[in-house]
């Protein structure tokens, strides 16, 4: 978010911070609430600075700090900081809370990282009623009402299965949704007009107002009368398009396209997919088969594990699975154990197993892809970011006969050197996080390290980092290199120079591109 040079903002937000808008401010026309960070550290235990901005004018006025770091605010209707979530020293997850901006900040949830968490997703416009997302007593989300005045609870929504996501709009919870694979919505029986218009539109474009399995609707704002609404519409085989409905004329008219520039016909829809791991445990994902691939014919195919590792997946638009498909590869995505959306027994099943039960599920998964007839079993490639770039590494390790070539894209190689090199280091609570999601048995950490397993990776790599990278710092392409090297491995490095996790310039994009579609060509 850039500023304008003038002595009203220059104490609050210069033109290097980084933020989003929080709250529209709906009665306010002259201001936003912007959600603003110090410059790249957004992730890094930054505080963040809730600020009204002047639409007109650029003026600032900082409404108040988090007293949480790395986390983010919620204010209220009129743009009053009310609650903040983040971590604290010891690496718990904390939600606090304050009634009004003359009280102190309280804490509301504490609870050990992975145990479960408390997330604000509404203050009612009166203050009134707050709906929060709680898995501190549950697995998955449950979705939560409060009376402010009582403080009495009431359970509105949950899913024993599957994270779920609240649809509120004016302070009425029209449903909620979850997203086991294609997003599957619940409505509430009230009575709303605004709830009618958008099923209506929801039911034109998909057909089924329950499983979003053609096309998936997100109202991105509405006018004050509430008679239009900006609306975004996804699928998975073209670039999301904008509309302004009018829904007292029940009209749809087109608006924008997100990337015009992406010709999208032929492409090939993505599909979700799941089965049962070795272990017993229900693993889910998507596929997408390669351009023009028959029912019965195997295709060479590229696996794309997810990054994070406590991230995950979606179904959607997605212009790397189409960069493969078109190019003649069946595309295959993994919600591994360690995934988030399935319930926090789910995510931590993912703890100290980076390079354990997580790569086997991502294993087994191909090994499905190759049983359902998707995959040519001798031609599958791999290729990651962040997470996805250390199981591009680790995961032909384990398995050389499986996977025939790779692509790890600003992995972390070496595990320990998580504690001494990169931006984890410096958060207050980072090496705990490390000591929870690596675990701390020292051989294990070492047994789960690629650069200490060159020896085995014979699929010939393409290793690519950014020289600034400070989540996967350098030095992690460069251990990995030499130990290739030492091995007599057929490898390539390639840093890029001004650029760190996760290439922002088109040249480098398209660097990047091209070189993983002639590696996988020339190796599989």
């Known amino acids: ?46 505080f963040v600075t809730s600020i009204r901005l002047n639409v007109y004018n650029g003026q600032q006025k900082k409404l108040g700090k988090s007293p949480l770091a790395g986390g983010q605010v919620l204010t209220d209707s009129k743009g009053i900081p009310r609650f903040a979530v983040g971590s604290d020293a010891d690496n718990n997850s904390v939600t606090m809370y304050r009634a009004s901006k003359k009280d102190d900040w309280q804490t509301l949830s504490k609870t050990p990282y992975g145990e479960g968490e408390v997330y604000p997703v509404n203050i009612s416009k009166d203050g009134a009623t707050i709906h929060i997302l709680d898995s501190t007593q549950t697995s998955t989300f449950q979705l939560k009402k409060i009376d402010t005045l009582t403080g009495e609870t009431e359970v509105v929504f949950h899913h024993p ?13 029209l449903g909620a949704t979850t997203n086991p694979g294609y997003t599957q919505a619940y409505w509430f029986e009230i009575d709303s007009e605004l709830q009618n218009s958008i099923l209506q539109a929801i039911q034109a474009f998909n057909g089924s107002i329950e499983v979003f399995n053609q096309k998936e609707l997100t109202v991105v704002a509405l006018t004050k009368k509430r008679d239009k609404a900006i609306l975004v519409v996804r699928d998975s085989v073209s670039s999301p398009k904008y509309y302004l409905y009018d829904m007292s004329k029940n009209q749809m008219k087109y608006l924008l396209t997100m990337w015009p520039e992406i010709e999208d016909a032929g492409l090939e829809a993505e599909i979700p997919f799941n089965f049962r791991n070795s272990d017993g445990v229900r693993i889910y994902g998507y596929y997408t088969k390669a351009r023009d691939q028959q029912e019965g014919e195997a295709s060479p195919m590229i696996v794309i594990p997810h990054g994070g590792p406590h991230a995950r997946d979606t179904w959607g638009f997605d212009p790397d699975t189409h960069i493969f498909s078109q190019a003649g590869y069946a595309v295959l995505k993994i919600n591994f154990r360690g995934s988030t959306g399935y319930g926090k027994e789910f995510t931590k099943l993912g703890f100290g197993e980076w390079g354990g039960d997580t790569q086997a599920d991502i294993i ?9 007839g998707i ?40 595990l320990q050197m998580l504690y001494n090199e990169g931006d984890i280091k410096g958060i207050k609570w980072g090496g705990k996080y490390l000591d929870k999601t690596l675990g701390q048995d020292s051989e294990k950490i070492r047994s789960m390290s690629p650069v200490l397993h060159a020896d085995r990776l014979d699929a010939p790599i393409i290793i690519v980092s950014g020289e600034d990278d400070q989540r996967a710092p ?17 490898y390539e490095l390639i840093v890029v120079p001004k650029e760190g996790h996760g290439f ?3 040249e480098n994009r398209f660097m990047l591109y091209k070189k993983m579609l002639e590696h996988f060509s020339s190796t599989l």
Request: proline share 4%; glycine share 8%; aromatic share 10%.
């Open 1 to 46: 978010m850039r500023s304008r040079n003038s002595k009203t903002n220059k104490s609050v937000l210069d033109k290097m911070s980084a933020g989003f808008v929080e709250n529209i401010l709906e009665d306010d026309d002259r201001h936003v609430v912007i959600s603003a960070y110090p410059f790249a550290k957004s992730n890094t235990g930054s």
């Open 161 to 173: 299965k599957f994270d779920a996501y609240p649809q509120i709009i004016d302070d009425e919870v």
């Open 364 to 372: 087994e998964a191909t090994e499905w892809a190759i049983a359902q």
């Open 474 to 490: 350098v030095e992690h392409a460069y251990a990995l290199a030499d130990a290739l090297k030492k091995e007599g491995k057929d």
């Open 375 to 414: 995959a040519d079993a001798n031609k599958i490639g791999i290729y990651g970011g962040s997470f996805g770039g250390y199981s591009a590494a680790m995961a032909p390790i384990l398995r050389p006969d499986l996977y025939k070539s790779s692509v790890a894209y600003i992995g972390v190689f070496d």
């Open 504 to 506: 922002r310039k088109p």
